[in-house]
């Protein structure tokens, strides 16, 4: 089917999620755009979509097969995946193991500062508000999500952190923090199954090379660091892809 044909349920910064032909699955679509600071700064990189379809299709595979349902089907082409449309909670959950980025800037921390235990923090998915900081009684309050949910996602974003750091810790990458998003699904036993959804890819991760310190990741662009591509490159060729 052509892109221009397909109905769009939903146009983000970086994909688009189409309809399918089965109601409960969506296309994930994967752009070439490029944002930072909220949306401040902005381009299209070309094929950027492309390396994060791949790459993202192999990390949810890799989560999968540790036992994490993950919204993620199958890739069907070089830009586009199948996925089971979920309703996003609109949390983003983010890992960190080394300081670097907002938290820097917020507690006046050294760069690159190791965290005794991985923290884990939420922000509140509103671009408008620039995504502001949120706790645990603040998603409550909000009905963002209760307890119980709030407890899973913790423990669901900490084992994603043991796969992810293995899977790059095996290829001269060290795994600085990233994001996830989770969404809910019914099924049979559960209405509320809560899943992974979104995407794993430089886009949203910090990726150092080991060695040189390199950044592999979206600060390329945040902070004009060099070729975006190039890292993104990297990335998929040691994690042994390659673009068909
Ligand atoms: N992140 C993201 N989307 C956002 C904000 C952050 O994917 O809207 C990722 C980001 O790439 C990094 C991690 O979450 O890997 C932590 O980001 P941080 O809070 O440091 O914000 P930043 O300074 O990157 O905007």
């Known amino acids: 089917m052509n892109s221009s044909i397909k109905k769009i349920v939903y146009e983000g910064k970086a994909k688009i999620l189409y309809c399918s032909?089965?109601?409960?699955?969506?296309?994930?679509?994967?752009?070439?755009?490029?944002?930072?600071?909220?949306?401040?700064k902005h381009a299209i990189i070309k094929s950027k979509g492309i390396l994060n379809n791949f790459i993202s299709e192999y990390l949810m595979s890799k989560i999968e097969d540790n036992g994490i349902e993950t919204h993620f089907i199958?890739?069907?082409?070089?830009?586009?995946q199948l996925i089971k449309k979920v309703e996003i909670i609109?949390?983003?959950l983010v890992v960190r193991n080394k300081a670097s980025g907002s938290i820097v800037k917020r507690y006046n921390l050294k760069e690159s500062l190791e965290f005794t235990d991985p923290?884990?923090?939420?922000?509140?998915?509103?671009?408008?508000?620039?995504?502001?900081?949120l706790n645990e009684t603040h998603i409550i309050e909000f009905k963002l999500a209760?307890?119980?949910?709030?407890?899973l996602m913790k423990s669901l974003a900490l084992k994603i952190n043991n796969i992810l750091?293995?899977?790059?810790?095996?290829i001269?990458?060290?795994?600085?923090?990233?994001?996830?998003?989770?969404?809910?699904?019914?099924?049979?036993?559960?209405?509320?199954?809560?899943?992974?959804?979104?995407?794993?890819?430089?886009?949203?991760?910090?990726l150092w090379d080991k060695k040189t310190r390199k950044k592999l990741d979206k600060d390329i662009f945040r902070k004009n660091l060099g070729n975006l591509i190039d890292g993104y490159q990297e990335v998929l060729t040691r994690l042994g892809l390659k673009l068909i």
């Open 90 to 92: 609109p949390i983003e």
């Open 165 to 170: 750091q293995n899977i790059f810790r095996n």
């Open 119 to 133: 923290l884990i923090e939420f922000f509140l998915k509103d671009d408008n508000l620039g995504d502001p900081l």
């Open 172 to 206: 001269g990458i060290e795994l600085i923090d990233f994001k996830l998003e989770f969404g809910r699904v019914g099924d049979d036993k559960n209405k509320d199954k809560i899943i992974l959804a979104d995407e794993i890819s430089p886009d949203n991760c910090r």
């Open 146 to 151: 209760n307890y119980e949910e709030i407890k």
């Open 21 to 40: 032909s089965d109601p409960k699955i969506l296309i994930q679509h994967f752009k070439d755009d490029a944002t930072a600071n909220n949306a401040e």
């Open 74 to 80: 199958k890739r069907i082409n070089q830009r586009e």
